[in-house]
Antibody, heavy 121, light 112 residues
Framework: QVQLQESGPGLVRPSETLSLTCTVSPYSISSGSDWGWIRQPPGKGLEWITSLSHTGDMHYNPSLRSRVTISMDTSKNQFSLRLSSVTAADTAVYYC??????????????WGQGTLVTVSS | DIVMTQSPDSLAVSLGERATINCKSSQSVLYTNNKNYLTWYQQKPGQPPKQVIYWASTRESGVPDRFSGSGSGTDFTLTISSLQAEDVAVYYCQQYYTVPYSFGQGTKLEIK
């Protein structure tokens, strides 16, 4: 059973950069799955942010594209999210998730527990 | 971008009764392989979403058979045939036909 765990600061100052890491175990992140980040503002719905495909392709939500970076560190079996110039509107629970492609790439069969990131001075 | 709209926003159903949630996409999510790129998630309080249905009608492994999905093109339905207490959750549809992937606003399912 693949497990995903988000980590990173729970508080980020406005205008700074939010950085989160997702550690995957015991599955290798270079083994044909896609990997994504999804967020959920408190009490609200889900918003897809970005994904990194098993082919190395990266996809972004256009609404966040100019501020988002997704990357992978195969040596640590981790992938990461960076979101720059944050505002209070970026306060949310951030989830990392796996897309194994078994149901067509783009749907997520395993999710981390999520981490709350609050943007505040 | 594809906009996903769910109805109703909230729903209260008696135990043992049928619950039906609708999802409409602003454009077709039926691909040339004849598969609908539409999935349903269940999210319980304090937990991450859990995939219950993919390709619009295929149950994820381990999901009870009281859950079923139907529809094609732009109109989809999630049905719980006999509501159990553990089914109380918010349900989201999501299209994965094209990026940006997009979710419905969610339907909160409660016990009447």
């Amino acid at each position: 059973q693949v497990q995903l765990q988000e980590s990173g600061p729970g508080l980020v100052r406005p205008s700074e950069t939010l950085s989160l890491t997702c550690t995957v175990s015991p599955y290798s992140i270079s083994s044909g799955s896609d990997w994504g980040w999804i967020r959920q503002p408190p009490g609200k719905g889900l918003e897809w942010i970005t994904s990194l495909s098993h082919t190395g392709d990266m996809h972004y939500n256009p609404s966040l594209r100019s501020r988002v970076t997704i990357s992978m560190d195969t040596s640590k079996n981790q992938f990461s999210l960076r979101l720059s110039s944050v505002t209070a509107a970026d306060t949310a629970v951030y989830y990392c998730a796996r897309d194994d492609g078994g149901s067509g790439y783009g749907s997520y069969d395993h999710w981390g527990q999520g981490t709350l990131v609050t943007v505040s001075s | 971008d594809i906009v996903m709209t769910q109805s109703p926003d909230s729903l209260a159903v008696s135990l043992g009764e049928r619950a039906t949630i609708n999802c409409k996409s602003s454009q077709s999510v039926l691909y040339t392989n004849n598969k609908n790129y539409l999935t349903w998630y269940q999210q319980k309080p304090g937990q991450p979403p859990k995939q219950v249905i993919y390709w619009a009608s295929t149950r994820e492994s381990g999901v009870p058979d009281r859950f079923s999905g139907s529809g094609s093109g732009t109109d989809f339905t999630l049905t719980i045939s006999s509501l159990q207490a553990e089914d109380v959750a918010v349900y989201y549809c999501q299209q994965y036909y094209t990026v940006p992937y997009s979710f419905g606003q969610g339907t909160k399912l409660e016990i009447k």
